[in-house]
């Protein structure tokens, strides 16, 4: 499985998340009870569907292989296996976060997915 994955987050939620140390998820990951990410292949259409036309979007990049199984690799859209992270994600899992900004033609501009730190 990748080794980085990806959350789309509202960069509020992300501030709050910041202060606290601790990122415990967007609503909807509360209601689900796991924390949605998707894999640098599957982020522009998670964008798409999820979260078309919204500013003021981060994209954060986290290391997949420090969750052990807490993270699992579960099926959703078409049947692709979509990781899901049934716990807090902790900050120091953060490789880097950077703007998702929204292009001319309304789509989100994505930045080079990398698993490095900028």
Known sequence: MD?????????ELWQEARKA???KGAPI?????????????QAIETAR???AGEADLLLVAVDA????????????????LFPHLYGDLPLDA???EKTLPLG????H???TMTQEKP
Do not use: M
């Not at 001319?104 to 789509?107: R, Y």
């Open 3 to 11: 080794k980085t994955i990806y959350k789309i987050v509202p960069r």
């Open 21 to 23: 140390g601790l990122f």
């Open 29 to 41: 990951d509360l209601k689900d009870g796991y924390i949605h990410f998707s894999t640098a292949a």
């Open 49 to 51: 569907l999820h979260f």
């Open 65 to 80: 292989t420090v969750f052990g199984e807490t993270l699992k690799w579960e099926p959703s859209r078409g049947g692709d």
């Open 94 to 96: 953060v490789l880097w």
């Open 104 to 107: 001319p033609d309304g789509l």
């Open 109 to 111: 501009v994505f930045p």
